[in-house]
């Protein structure tokens, strides 16, 4: 029996279903004799195992300890028949992901929203949790627009758990995550405030900073490129925005703002509009002439000897010096021409310096192949005559390799027969470090054609749609137990389509024994969960996605007893 409406959960009722996120179901709850609403998250992506279950215990009690306005409440936890929860506080106002929905905020808007954020960040990293997964959907907002953090620590719950993928990658968002959290090293506040200065970028432009990429070049560009300039996206944006939010953005942990708060301060002070320059006041006085006005004998008597009172005094001012003729200088002639000159050497200098440190561009040709076949594996951007090395995981294989005199690579590799199926880890290494990757699709030595999804056996090859050669297919685990959640993503389907993806178990079967369906976004990628079903059979399985257009791809699973 699992956690549904009307299940007692200590002194709370469940109640009515309010939706489902990355960790399971979610519903309402309530505690009658302190007439309390809560919401219950039914942690399903969780596996019952002994260990995870006290992790879970563990990361709830960190959690639960935590007390600040900007961070949501921890009510209770448990287990239910092997299944966590935890009931924490409900917040009926929605997550500023809806609100961003609805289109761009103001300036003051968004820095209230990032103040509260960066408070509640700071206040758990100095309490040695990190969240690990901020996002505009994990921030959930007060009647009064008081911004919330939910889900605080839940993400780690998730590492070793069927979520965790075979590149290492740890769990969170993509559009969000922090360089360290692609490469699966180690995560700390930093990479929450990196996610924190997403977000800032996201509002103020619109715009993620690595906006209509597919997945798996989303990860890359995290790693490995800087995002555009937020005032190339936003002109009313200046420099002083742009160097805030790049520095939150660092690729280095360590060159990133030291808390939210400093960062969110350093934001304001940007964005404030620059104050006018004082200008001196000026008193104009009219030309000196010769007065006629009449002057007191008592007044005037100091300098002038007045004969009659009643007659008029003229009083003469003396004419100012005439001007000096000066010779114009040329030191500031000398000095405007020594600035263009530092500038033109900066900016070659600067030019010279990004040439030289381009990221290097790693291509294979094909990125899908079959056991057995060839592929030919072409870099760019590597200092010139470099030598090193091209591995291959999981099953780690090394082949040398000597760039060219204009740093250019292209190598040729076999790939073995006996190769598991799946995706591999393709990268180019030198001096004890790895500069690039790509993910290589292997497929088992048979036919690419590729069964439509459907609960009977396929039709005839002749109406079969086929494999493209452009669309690949992946997933988070090439090995899982039965039962267990694995994320299923593909890159170059057709955009805006709905996706068919299809079990089949064995592998060698023609009739699929569950679906599940995605959509692509724009840039026809799609991403998704999928849960094997308890009818899975240990030994190879086979999934296989096709859009409406017939577009399809194939990935290969081992399922084990678990």
């Keep these: 029996m699992s956690i549904a409406p009307g299940t007692r959960l200590g002194q709370y009722e469940v109640q009515d279903f309010i939706g489902q996120g990355a960790m399971g179901l979610v519903y309402r709850a309530y505690h009658a004799q302190l007439e309390r609403t809560g919401a219950v998250k039914v942690m399903q992506a969780i596996s019952p195992d002994p260990d995870t279950t006290a992790r879970f215990r563990h990361e709830a ?20 028949e092997g299944t966590p929860y935890m009931i924490v506080e409900y917040v009926p106002g929605g997550s500023l992901a809806n609100r961003l929905s609805q289109g761009m905020i103001d300036q003051a808007a968004a820095l209230n929203f990032l103040r509260g954020i960066a408070a509640g960040l700071d206040y758990a990293h100095s309490r040695g949790v ?10 959930l907002l007060e009647p009064d627009d008081t911004p919330v953090i939910a889900d605080f620590g839940l993400a780690k719950l998730l590492q070793g758990s069927s979520l965790k993928s075979m590149t290492g990658v740890t769990t969170g968002t993509p559009a969000y995550m922090a360089p360290e959290q ?7 506040p930093a ?23 597919a997945l798996m070049e989303l990860l890359y560009a995290q790693v490995h490129r800087e995002p555009p300039p937020p005032s190339s996206r936003n002109s009313s944006l200046g420099p002083r925005v742009d160097a805030v939010l790049m520095r939150g953005l660092a690729k280095d942990p360590n060159a990133r703002w030291e808390s939210g708060t400093a960062f969110v301060r350093a934001l304001e002070e940007a964005l404030a509009p620059k104050p006018a320059p004082a200008v001196a006041r000026t008193m104009v006085m009219a030309s000196p002439v010769a007065s006629t006005v009449r002057v007191g004998a008592a007044v005037a008597g100091a300098a002038v000897e007045a004969r009659n009172a009643d007659e008029p005094v003229m009083l003469a001012y003396p004419s100012p010096p005439p001007p000096v003729a000066r010779k114009k200088s040329r030191k500031g002639l000398f000095a405007l021409t020594a600035v263009v000159i530092v500038l ?14 381009q990221p290097v561009q790693l291509t294979l040709t094909p990125s899908t192949v079959v056991a057995g076949d060839s592929i030919v594996v072409t870099a760019s951007h590597l200092p010139a005559n470099q030598a090193g090395e091209i591995q291959v995981w999981s099953q780690r294989r090394v082949i040398p390799f000597h760039a060219g005199p204009g740093g250019n690579v ?11 199926v799946g995706a591999h880890l393709v990268m180019i290494c030198w001096n004890g470090a790895c500069h690039s990757q790509k993910t290589l699709q292997v497929l088992a030595p048979v036919a690419l054609a590729t069964p439509v999804a459907s609960t009977s056996p396929s039709p005839a090859p002749s109406t079969s749609p086929t494999a493209s050669p452009t669309a690949m297919l992946s997933t988070s685990q090439t090995s899982v137990p039965m039962r267990a959640t694995i994320y299923v993503y593909g890159v170059h389907f057709s955009n805006s389509q709905t996706v068919t993806i299809a079990l089949f178990d064995p592998a060698s ?3 699929t024994l569950e679906t599940w369906s995605a959509t692509t976004t ?22 296989t996605a096709c859009d409406s257009n017939r577009v399809c791809a194939t990935a290969y699973v081992r399922v084990t007893q678990g």
């Design 61 to 80: 009690q960190a959690i639960a300890q935590m007390r600040h306005p900007n961070i949501l409440n921890v009510y209770d936890f448990g287990d239910f």
């Design 130 to 139: 990190v969240h690990r997964d901020i996002k505009p959907a994990n921030v």
């Design 182 to 188: 692609v490469t699966g090293s180690k995560v700390g």
């Design 191 to 213: 990479a929450d405030r990196y996610s924190l200065a997403t977000i800032a970028y996201e509002m103020l432009t619109g715009v993620i900073p690595f906006d209509g990429e």
């Design 344 to 357: 033109i050497l900066a900016l070659a200098g600067l030019a010279i310096y990004e040439y030289l440190n």
């Design 410 to 420: 292209a190598v040729q590799i076999s790939i073995p027969r006996d190769l598991e």
């Design 509 to 511: 079967s023609t009739v």
């Design 522 to 543: 724009s840039s026809g990628g799609f991403g998704t969960s999928i849960t094997l079903p308890a009818t899975a059979l240990a030994g190879n399985a086979r999934i």
